[in-house]
């Protein structure tokens, strides 16, 4: 090999540890498997977005207006003992 051919720079493989948290991190959590299963996954990622773009909920009252509408429409008020405030 001639001297000013550079030599591919050799990365250690990842740990099984690394690995492992990865392929965890790609599967739904119990908070993320509660969401799903109301029904309203996509408005309350868009109420959470919302609120973290605008640190105020008073601003997201569409959101959550819609958040709401989606959480009757499933019948999770029914199923969570929801009351109206």
């Not at 408005?43 to 959101?63: H, V």
């Amino acid at each position: 090999m001639a001297s000013n051919d550079k030599v591919p720079e050799q990365r250690p493989a990842a740990s099984a540890a690394a690995a492992s948290a990865s392929q965890q991190d790609d599967e739904p959590d119990e908070w993320d498997k509660r969401i799903f299963s109301t029904g309203c996954a996509d408005e309350n990622a868009k109420l959470t977005d919302c609120y973290y773009e605008k640190k105020d909920w008073r601003l997201c009252k569409n959101e959550m207006e819609r958040f709401r509408q989606c959480w009757k429409l499933q019948g999770n008020d029914k199923r969570t003992d929801t009351k109206d405030a």
